[in-house]
């Protein structure tokens, strides 16, 4: 499936498969401001499920810069947790990527996003059940839409995945930062035991999927 899904968002395209994921407000402040300093960088937002396993994946990739776990695509302010593990407030966990186009291209953030969940669960990935671990794009201009959705289109239409991609492609909306303790929670915890038994294996995954994409440790 891998040969697939390069061949449509590289070749077709033409661009050069995670239970649950207040501390420090100034902590989380102090995320927000360094995201606003990093010039020259372009975002990305991306929803598989836990935002732990996300995080933790793209935090590995060349031209990432920074990976914040949050919420988004819902219509409560400031949202919590636990309020958007309630169901109630529309939003999805999901991570704000800042990454260097001249290292890395949205088309290839893309292809990792299409290859670490299932977009063809609606509203669930494995035991994670509810609105808040859909699978969701959430696009930054007029590009990224168009990409994510000939992508999608050309996907289904392969067969690369025996199932309808119910992936849903929106607008970027308002990012809520997380709670501080989320931020970089697989790396901050590796034996517990969701990461130990669910995370580490998808990073594991990653990292002989995409050897050639891996940062340089």
Not at 19 to 37: H, L, Y
Not at 118 to 143: C, L, M
Request: proline fraction near 3%; aromatic fraction near 12%; include cysteine.
């Amino acid at each position: 499936m891998k040969t697939i899904i390069k061949k449509l968002i590289f070749g077709t395209l033409t661009l050069s498969s995670l239970s649950s994921c207040g501390q420090s407000a100034k902590k989380i402040e102090q995320m927000e401001e360094k995201s606003k300093t990093l010039t020259g960088l372009a975002t990305a937002t991306f929803g598989t499920g836990c935002f732990w396993c996300t995080e933790a994946v793209y935090q590995e990739m060349e031209g990432v810069e920074s990976v914040v776990s949050g919420y988004s695509g819902g219509f409560v302010e400031n949202p919590t947790y636990e309020q958007v593990c309630g169901k109630a407030t529309g939003h999805a966990e999901c991570v704000e990527i800042k990454y260097d186009p001249k290292k890395v291209t949205y088309a290839e953030l893309l292809e990792v996003f299409f290859r670490v969940h299932d977009p063809t669960t609606k509203d669930r990935q494995g035991n994670d059940v509810g609105p808040q671990y859909r699978s969701v794009i959430f696009y930054h201009d007029a590009e990224q839409k168009a990409l994510a959705e000939k992508a999608i289109k050309e996907l289904n239409a392969s067969g690369a995945f025996s199932k309808p991609i119910v992936t849903e492609v929106s607008k970027a909306e308002k990012f809520y930062v997380a709670e501080a303790y989320h931020q970089n929670f697989f790396a901050n915890n590796p034996n517990q035991g969701y990461c130990a038994f669910v995370v580490a294996p998808k990073v594991d995954k990653f990292k002989k999927v995409f050897k050639e994409k891996l940062k340089a440790h």
